[in-house]
Structures are given as C-alpha cells and as structure tokens.
C-alpha cells in the first residue's frame, strides 16, 4: 500500500471521516469512487491530492511524502505552467505524465534555474 494512502486513512480515522466525507474534496460524489484511490485501483491526480491533503489539513507534501518540505507556492506555479502547457498544446495529460513535469520543472527550480511557460511547452511537447 502507499505511504499517502495509509497517512491518509490515518488522518482520515483520527478525524472520523469517511471516504464519502472526502469525496467532494477529491472531486467524487461517493464514497466508493474514493476508495478506488484508496486500494490502489485508480490513481487520483495532483488536484484530488491537493483536494484531500486541504480537506485533512495537510500540506500536499505532508500528505504526500510524510513532510513539509516542499516549497508549497512553488509547487502551485509549477502546477499551473503545466496546465496552462497543456491547454495552449491541446494536450491532454496522463496523471502521471503531469506529475512528472510539475516534479521535474519544480526541481529545475529548486536548482535556481527559472521555469517559465516555456520550459513547460518544451516539455510538454516532448510527450507529443
């Protein structure tokens, strides 16, 4: 099972919520589409995290990968080039293929290099 599952239905228990609690931060109408994500059976994108790390409390990262590490402003302008990649190209994105290029625009900058929308059209059209 994955670590963000099991913090989460952590938190989730120590809160008394319920997968259907959960649901509509997530983006779902019950409970059942939620624990889908719950067994590993589907996969939430980076918005349905972000929706239930904000519905638990957490940070994405805490949520994520146990701390509160990541650079939470950043991590959001990365997401966002990436969506806006996405819209201007027409392309529409696995969950994981996005996570990857917020995850590698974001190291980029943690590397003081500056991302910019650029750097998100060139990477999306590497997945073109």
Same mark, same amino acid.
């Given at each position: 099972?994955?670590?963000?599952?099991?913090?989460?239905?952590?938190?989730?228990?120590?809160?008394?919520?319920?997968?259907?609690?959960?649901?509509?931060?997530?983006?779902?109408?019950?409970?059942?589409?939620?624990?889908?994500?719950?067994?590993?059976?589907?996969?939430?994108?980076? *918005?349905?995290?972000?929706?239930?790390? $904000? /519905?638990?409390?957490?940070?994405?990262? %805490? @949520?994520?990968?146990?701390?509160?590490?990541?650079?939470?402003?950043?991590?959001?302008?990365?997401?966002?080039?990436?969506?806006?990649?996405?819209?201007?190209?027409?392309?529409?994105?696995?969950?994981?293929?996005?996570?990857?290029?917020?995850?590698?625009?974001?190291?980029?900058? *943690?590397?003081?290099?500056?991302?910019? $929308? /650029?750097?998100?059209?060139?990477?999306? %059209? @590497?997945?073109?």
């Amino acid at each position: 099972m994955e670590d963000w599952i099991k913090r989460a239905k952590k938190l989730m228990k120590d809160q008394s919520l319920t997968q259907k609690d959960v649901a509509d931060s997530m983006g779902k109408t019950t409970g059942g589409a939620v624990g889908h994500y719950f067994t590993g059976r589907s996969t939430p994108n980076i *918005k349905q995290m972000k929706g239930l790390a $904000n /519905k638990l409390g957490v940070s994405f990262s %805490k @949520l994520v990968d146990g701390h509160d590490v990541v650079d939470e402003e950043l991590l959001d302008e990365c997401l966002q080039l990436v969506e806006q990649a996405e819209h201007e190209t027409g392309l529409n994105l696995s969950p994981k293929q996005s996570a990857k290029m917020v995850t590698y625009l974001y190291r980029l900058s *943690k590397d003081g290099q500056k991302v910019t $929308n /650029k750097n998100a059209l060139e990477l999306i %059209k @590497l997945y073109s």
